[in-house]
């Protein structure tokens, strides 16, 4: 009897069709701005008004569903009400009022919000937005506009923080993209995930069962419509506290228009040296009858400071100096045979970006020059590096300022004119150390993102930096 090919059921929602809820809103130009229709449907509408400054837009009136006036950003009146950011106007239903003028008095964003509604009133209402809450490590803000039979939301994103995974058994809702850059992850199908990256002006309709995650790719407001919100309908299927699949990768960070010149560290920043320099120090302090447990803590000081200070401190009878030119002969035979395999991807690349853009370049390390030239020969980077500080320049070592005051005196500029690449805590303090408004972006290649904090901003792959 012939075997039937294995037939593959769909649940849910189909993966490959789930991008047709992603959709960019007709934008209908005016002589006084241009206006959108976001969403409309049955259960809600929203509109957003972009009006120049004195534009008028006339607001018609709805007999079924009450609207509310929410003000984004500049300034309008309506009737006798004046409205600044976060201020609304609540606008009831069944009530017939002549057709209302929203007139700015500034370029200005205005969003309208309609639904049904159970309740009468006879009036208008100017309100502000309340219940504001910041969620998911404390630094994303949701703030709610109008909480009725349907409800209107503004959410903050910031950059690199991102949502739970989690989806709604009653709730559809609609996400607006007023500005920033948001990564989405839905998750369909049997169990996958796909993932979109949204810019201002699309939008996209979360249906009850899709679950769904967002985070900052930028610092990112949403402007949410949905029918009733209620939290008991909201279940999560992976915390906010997980690291976002996919965001990390897709950060991006450019550099300052004010910076001309970047600085780079050179262990773990061009080259992974921490396992050759490890083996080394094993085996030499291995004959002293010392283990890497021991040592380790002390692994951070410059050469200069290591082997005296572990003499010291073990009460070690011998001449340091003897055992740390072991290391540095050891060591620098097998720098020279592992640069290549060891360099820390994208790093080439990105110097050789930086440099084509004109930017000037400098390399400032702790360690010595002789290891200096064995990398930058081996990279190929000798021609494009305008200054090299290295251990046999300086009299201090980091986090003492010195490095980095040295190298920015060499290349005759403004310590806010400057960007250092670090991964390390000391060399970061090194940096700030010399002026808070050097721009240090750190790379997590030997240290955690919450040790790295100090930085002005943490990568986990030189792609991540926009040239």
């Not at 899709?210 to 999560?236: K, N, P, V, W, Y």
């Not at 991006?252 to 262990?267: E, S």
Request: proline residues 4%; aromatic residues 10%.
């Amino acid at each position: 009897m012939p075997v039937n090919k294995t037939k593959v059921y769909k649940y849910g929602y189909d993966i490959d069709k789930i991008s047709r809820k992603i959709y960019k809103p007709k934008r209908i130009k005016t002589e006084w701005g241009y206006f959108s229709k976001l969403s409309q449907g049955k259960k809600y509408d929203l509109q957003q008004i972009f009006l120049k400054k004195k534009g008028k837009f006339t607001l018609r009136h709805c007999l079924n569903k009450e609207k509310l006036i929410y003000l984004e950003s500049g300034q309008v009146s309506i009737k006798q009400y004046n409205l600044k950011p976060q201020e609304t106007l609540f606008v009831p239903r069944g009530v017939i009022f002549k057709p209302l003028d929203i007139i700015s008095k500034e370029d200005s964003f205005v969003y309208i919000f309609s639904g049904p509604t159970k309740k009468s009133s006879n009036s208008l209402k100017k309100l502000k937005t309340f219940d504001r809450r910041y969620k998911d490590w404390a630094e994303n803000l949701i703030e709610t506009i109008i909480s009725s039979e349907f409800t209107g939301k503004k959410i903050f994103f910031k950059k690199g923080n991102s949502s739970s995974l989690h989806f709604h058994c009653k709730k559809t809702e609609t996400y607006f993209i007023h500005s920033g850059k948001l990564l989405l992850r839905l998750r369909a199908g049997q169990g996958k995930d796909k993932f979109f990256v949204l810019k201002p002006g699309q939008a996209i309709d979360i249906t009850p069962g899709l679950m769904h995650q967002a985070g900052g790719l930028e610092d990112t407001i949403i402007i949410e419509i949905s029918t009733r919100d209620q939290d008991t309908d909201s279940f999560i299927v992976e915390s906010e506290f997980m690291e976002m699949p996919r965001l990390k990768e897709n950060l991006k960070i450019q550099i300052p228009q004010r910076v001309k010149n970047i600085l780079f560290d050179m262990d773990d920043v061009l080259v992974c040296t921490r396992a050759p320099d490890r083996m080394v120090k094993e085996t030499i302090f291995a004959s002293l009858n010392l283990k890497w447990s021991q040592i380790i803590q002390y692994n951070h000081l410059a050469m200069r400071e290591l082997f005296p200070k572990i003499f010291q401190e073990f009460n070690i009878k011998d001449d340091p100096q003897k055992y740390a030119n072991l290391y540095f002969r050891a060591y620098n035979k097998l720098l020279a045979d592992t640069v290549e395999e060891n360099t820390v991807p994208g790093v080439i690349g990105l110097i050789k970006k930086l440099s084509k853009k004109n930017y000037r370049l400098a390399l400032v390390t702790s360690s010595t020059f002789g290891q200096a030239k064995i990398i930058c020969q081996a990279l190929h980077l000798e021609d494009l590096f305008e200054v090299i500080i290295t251990a046999n320049d300086i009299t201090h070592s980091k986090p003492h300022p010195e490095p980095y005051q040295k190298a920015i005196n060499k290349l005759g500029v403004k310590p806010e004119e400057c960007a250092v690449i670090e991964n390390f805590p000391t060399g970061i303090a090194s940096a700030k150390a010399v002026s808070k408004n050097v721009f240090v972006v750190a790379i997590t290649t030997t240290n955690l993102k919450k040790d790295l904090k100090e930085a002005d901003f943490v990568i986990d792959s030189f792609n991540q930096i926009e040239v």
